[in-house]
Antibody, heavy 121, light 106 residues
Framework: QVKLLQSGAALVKPGASVKMSCKASGYTFTDYWVSWVKQSHGKSLEWIGEIYPNSGATNFNEKFKGKATLTVDKSTSTAYMELSRLTSEDSAIYYC??????????????WGQGVMVTVSS | DIVLTQSPALAVSLGQRATISCRASESVRSSMHWYQQKSGQQPKLLIYGASNLASGVPARFSGSGSGTDFTFTIDPVEADDIATYYCQQSRNDPWTFGGGTKLELK
């Protein structure tokens, strides 16, 4: 069955970077977009951006350009997201999702368990 | 960006019908999708393309609408349905989510 297994929680200092992983299994990794979604404490969901593993093509929410970097390792079916210049506003849970194209964009049919990132000195 | 507006909360009795609305700031045609998020868990896809039931989702859940006005229905509501429900559009980049509707028991 389809699974997205994310890396563990991270505690990072302001100004630092954090890189998290999302290992996919149960489907052909290169056939689907991988999107990343942010959920701040008690709040709604924000789409950060997406990457197509087959080509490495990316698409970002303007709000997160310069903040998030998306990459993949096709050999291990793993997607990565790096967040840079962290501030308290980046403290949140980050989900990776599998994107299925519908209309011009995607809906998300499978989600990882989430990575809690805490930015604190 | 397309803004999706949902009511913050809805109180319902077990066995009754729950109807959650989502209004888009501009037309998204049928590119509207619905998710359930239980406390402490990741979201789960329930409905895609406005009215299509995702795999393994009970037929108690349904969706309708097109353009700017969408409805998500649970009939009948069961105790396991207590959660927050989000709509999401994939018509225009960036893909956006509604603020969520928390389903509560009366």
């Amino acid at each position: 069955q389809v699974k997205l297994l994310q890396s563990g929680a991270a505690l990072v200092k302001p100004g630092a970077s954090v890189k998290m992983s999302c290992k996919a299994s149960g489907y052909t990794f290169t056939d689907y977009w991988v999107s990343w979604v942010k959920q701040s404490h008690g709040k709604s969901l924000e789409w950060i951006g997406e990457i197509y593993p087959n080509s490495g093509a990316t698409n970002f929410n303007e709000k997160f350009k310069g903040k998030a970097t998306l990459t993949v390792d096709k050999s291990t079916s793993t997607a990565y997201m790096e967040l840079s210049r962290l501030t308290s506003e980046d403290s949140a849970i980050y989900y990776c999702t599998r994107g299925v194209i519908r209309g011009r964009g995607s809906y998300f049919d499978y989600w990882g368990q989430g990575v809690m990132v805490t930015v604190s000195s | 960006d397309i803004v999706l507006t949902q009511s913050p909360a809805l109180a319902v009795s077990l066995g009754q019908r729950a109807t959650i609305s989502c209004r888009a700031s501009e037309s998204v045609r049928s590119s509207m999708h619905w998710y359930q998020q239980k406390s402490g868990q990741q979201p789960k896809l329930l409905i895609y393309g406005a009215s299509n039931l995702a795999s393994g989702v009970p037929a108690r859940f349904s969706g309708s609408g097109s353009g700017t006005d969408f409805t998500f229905t649970i009939d009948p509501v069961e105790a396991d349905d207590i959660a927050t429900y989000y709509c999401q559009q994939s018509r225009n980049d960036p893909w956006t989510f509604g603020g969520g509707t928390k389903l509560e028991l009366k």
